[in-house]
């Protein structure tokens, strides 16, 4: 269900097609983006075994679990006036030990998933390059 609303943003962002960031009349919710990547979703798990899918899911959250620790540490050091509503304590401990313990669990995984999760995040990156990189709103402003 987090997928749509990462789709949503990312359209906002000019990453994705306009598309996923269509909301609904009524409901102010993201439809189409969830309706894709539901029939995208059931498609797999149809043609997937849910063992190898949850894995590979899993891993894919921890990287981008890993990916946040990290920048947090990143924009303290690049960007330390920078406003922060949310505060996390000790967070040169707590950052690090976050990235450690994300990659320990992904480093347990069978080969397999990495193949997937390194064909799939090379999937993403052709898409970034091939429409996002292009239509960027960030990039539009520099």
Same mark, same amino acid.
């Given at each position: 269900?987090?997928?749509?609303?990462?789709?949503?943003?990312?359209?906002?962002? &000019?990453?994705?097609?306009?598309?996923? &960031?269509?909301?609904?009349?009524?409901?102010?919710?993201?439809?189409?983006?969830?309706?894709?990547?539901?029939?995208? %979703? %059931?498609?797999?798990?149809?043609?997937?075994?849910?063992?190898?899918? &949850?894995?590979?899911?899993?891993?894919?959250?921890?990287?981008?679990?890993?990916?946040?620790?990290? &920048?947090?540490?990143?924009?303290?050091?690049?960007?330390?006036?920078?406003?922060?509503?949310?505060?996390?304590?000790?967070?040169?401990?707590?950052?690090?030990?976050?990235?450690?313990?994300?990659?320990?669990?992904?480093?347990?995984?069978?080969?397999?998933?990495?193949?997937?999760?390194?064909?799939?995040?090379?999937?993403?990156?052709?898409?970034?390059?091939?429409?996002?990189?292009?239509?960027?709103?960030?990039?539009?402003?520099?």
């Amino acid at each position: 269900m987090g997928q749509p609303r990462i789709f949503y943003s990312m359209s906002r962002d &000019g990453l994705m097609p306009k598309l996923f &960031g269509e909301v609904h009349a009524k409901f102010q919710t993201p439809h189409k983006g969830t309706v894709i990547v539901a029939a995208i %979703a %059931a498609l797999m798990a149809a043609l997937l075994p849910i063992q190898l899918l &949850g894995d590979v899911v899993s891993m894919g959250t921890l990287v981008a679990f890993a990916t946040v620790c990290l &920048g947090v540490l990143v924009l303290r050091r690049t960007q330390p006036n920078l406003h922060r509503p949310f505060r996390a304590p000790m967070i040169y401990l707590v950052s690090p030990l976050g990235v450690i313990a994300c990659l320990a669990l992904i480093a347990i995984m069978p080969i397999l998933n990495w193949t997937i999760l390194l064909i799939w995040t090379l999937v993403g990156f052709s898409f970034y390059f091939a429409y996002g990189y292009r239509h960027s709103r960030l990039r539009q402003r520099s």
